[in-house]
């Protein structure tokens, strides 16, 4: 054990008061700024991470803003779409029925017309009928009455028809 023989009480203390003023200089000028330094750094370390946990959540509240947002523009289109569909059927009804009254309408009108045109030409046939009956008449009596025998003749038959009824 050579330790124990080169061992010198002087030394020892020297090197023991250099080893607490080597701790104390650390403690006093380095011990403070080197923590310093790993507080702020963790410091920082911890705000990154909760900057970063901040940024996470508002995007989560961002990514359920636009989901929201995405199925209310997705129901307000199917609304518009639904009411363009029922306008646009309320129009076609709209019109077959307006377009049903105006073929009634014009049917009704063609029945008054067809009807008056009826009229107009019954009245007329018994007109022409009338004149033709005349005339025909005009022409029996005109040949009956042609001569003076005739003519005494048909007076005789109308007193004949005249005792008789």
Known sequence: ??????????????????????????????????????????KGIQDALDAAENARKEMQNLQADNDRLLQEARAERESMLKEAREIKEKMISDAKEQAQVEGDKMIAQAQAAIESEKKAAMAEIKSQVATLSVD????????????KDK???LVENMLGDIKLN
């Not at 006093?28 to 702020?40: R, V």
């Not at 025909?136 to 040949?143: D, G, H, L, S």
């Open 151 to 153: 003519q005494l003749k």
């Open 1 to 42: 054990m050579d330790l124990l023989n080169d061992f010198s009480p002087g030394l020892f203390v020297m090197q023991a008061i250099i080893l607490l003023v080597l701790i104390f200089l650390l403690a006093k000028f380095a011990w403070k700024p080197i923590m310093q330094s790993l507080n702020e750094r963790e």
């Open 136 to 147: 025909i008449a005009e022409k029996v009596i005109k040949e009956e009455l042609s001569s």
